[in-house]
T-cell receptor, first 113, second 113 residues
Framework: QKEVEQNSGPLSVPEGAIASLNCTYS??????FFWYRQYSGKSPELIMS????GDKEDGRFTAQLNKASQYVSLLIRDSQPSDSATYLC?????????????FGKGTLLTVNP | DADVTQTPRNRITKTGKRIMLECSQT?????MYWYRQDPGLGLRLIYY???????NKGEISDGYSVSRQAQAKFSLSLESAIPNQTALYFC????????????FGDGTRLSIL
């Protein structure tokens, strides 16, 4: 059973701070990694995709991938109250399971004004 | 208009009733998925389909059935609803054969009394 682990939180940061969200995964040969944001009662919304080791930046968001350590993270700079949500890490399976995304249970982020 | 549309958005029904949730998409994707989300359990895959003639069970298919009526339409049925099927249900799509993400509909909140 391939697993994706996230701290459930809540992670609380002040407005304007950097929020750091972490995720580890068990499938060593996974190639595709995603971060979704989910507001309470709403659907998951894709915010970042990353496929190669290193950093990928998009606006205030930076995804970091380290395949050797089986670790992916999301940094949110200049956090805003509107960033308060649950953040889901998702990992695409390998080989015959590459149709499948395995989701972590999510980290609840609260940004305090 | 949303790329992935789910109907109904909310449904309250009684134990033993047959229920159908519908999903349609305009993204042109071949792959479609049904998930349920429960507090503390995350997103779990119910069924997935690669095309009209290729339908597969996910990790929690018992008590559910699906129909892929066309490339753009994928419906989920609960033949005889029971209270522990109360959950938030999401349809998702992805492009064929790629490494890309899944894209989610707005969800259906289903309550079974």
């Amino acid at each position: 059973q391939k697993e994706v682990e996230q701290n459930s939180g809540p992670l609380s940061v002040p407005e304007g701070a950097i929020a750091s969200l972490n995720c580890t995964y068990s499938d060593r040969v996974s190639q595709s990694f995603f971060w979704y944001r989910q507001y309470s009662g709403k659907s998951p919304e894709l915010i970042m995709s990353i496929y190669s080791n290193g950093d990928k930046e998009d606006g205030r968001f930076t995804a970091q991938l380290n395949k050797a350590s089986q670790y992916v993270s999301l940094l949110i700079r200049d956090s805003q109250p509107s960033d308060s949500a649950t953040y889901l890490c998702a990992v695409r399976g390998s080989g015959g399971s590459n149709y499948k995304l395995t989701f972590g249970k999510g980290t609840l982020l609260t940004v305090n004004p | 208009d949303a790329d992935v549309t789910q109907t109904p958005r909310n449904r309250i029904t009684k134990t033993g009733k047959r229920i159908m949730l519908e999903c349609s998409q305009t993204k042109g994707h071949d792959r479609m998925y049904w998930y349920r989300q429960d507090p503390g359990l995350g997103l779990r895959l119910i069924y997935y389909s690669f095309d009209v003639k290729d339908i597969n069970k996910g990790e929690i298919s018992d008590g559910y059935s699906v129909s892929r009526q066309a490339q753009a339409k994928f419906s989920l049925s609960l033949e005889s609803a029971i209270p522990n099927q109360t959950a938030l249900y999401f349809c998702a799509t992805s492009a064929t054969g790629g490494w890309g993400p899944q894209h989610f509909g707005d969800g259906t909140r289903l309550s079974i009394l």
